[in-house]
């Protein structure tokens, strides 16, 4: 089993998270953190979660 490490840096708030959230619902993630900072002069959060990936050969 492999652990990866899924983040999305948004301008938007927790919303974008929907689609992520649909698409692996049948998948176990961790709770999402979020994390507020700065690019370029913008106010932008980063949420991080983490997926735990069963190869399969």
């Known amino acids: 089993m492999t652990e990866y490490r899924v983040s999305l840096f ?3 708030t ?7 959230k649909k698409e692996f619902s049948r998948e ?4 999402f953190t979020g ?7 913008d106010t932008v ?3 991080t979660t983490f997926v735990d990936v ?4």
């Not at 994390?35 to 002069?41: F, H, I, L, M, W």
Request: aromatic letters at 10%; zero cysteines; charged letters at 30%.
């Open 10 to 12: 948004t301008t938007g």
């Open 14 to 20: 927790e919303r974008e998270l929907i689609p992520f």
């Open 45 to 47: 959060t980063n949420f």
């Open 35 to 41: 994390v507020p900072g700065d690019e370029n002069d």
């Open 54 to 57: 069963v190869a399969r050969g």
């Open 28 to 31: 176990q993630y961790e709770s």
